[in-house]
Nanobody, 122 residues
Framework: QVQLVESGGGLVQAGGSLGLSCVAS????????VGWFRQAPGKEREFVAA????????YYAASVRGRFTISRDNAKNTVYLQMNRLEPEDTAVYSC???????????????WGQGTQITVSS
């Protein structure tokens, strides 16, 4: 079992940057695919980015590609999401999730963090 804790949320002006961290418990973190998802008020949860267990493959939603970067440090049991050139449309609760198999669907993930709020002001 894996427990995930996100940090790094906050308020930022449009065009600014923020970095999120997702720290996992457990000794086999490198076996897990980790994804970031977000949910804005009144909207469904949507995929943001995912990274393979060894960090060798990453995939992004079209809306964030070129602005966001996902990475991981398995020695620290941590996955990062660096968000640049933020837009008001990026405002949402961001959650990390983990599972053994690759997926870009939230239903493909078993373990979830509690989420952290990102607010981008215009």
């Amino acid at each position: 079992q894996v427990q995930l804790v996100e940090s790094g949320g906050g308020l930022v002006q449009a065009g600014g940057s923020l970095g999120l961290s997702c720290v996992a418990s457990g000794r086999t973190f490198s076996r897990y695919v980790v994804g970031w998802f977000r949910q804005a008020p009144g909207k469904e949860r949507e995929f943001v980015a995912a990274i393979s267990g060894n960090g060798g493959y990453a995939y992004y939603a079209a809306s964030v590609r070129g602005r966001f970067t996902i990475s991981r440090d398995n020695a620290k049991n941590t996955v990062y999401l660096q968000m640049n050139r933020l837009e008001p449309e990026d405002t949402a609760v961001y959650s990390c999730a983990a599972d053994y198999r690759w997926s870009v669907e939230d239903t493909g993930y078993t373990y979830w963090g509690q989420g952290t709020q990102i607010t981008v002001s215009s």
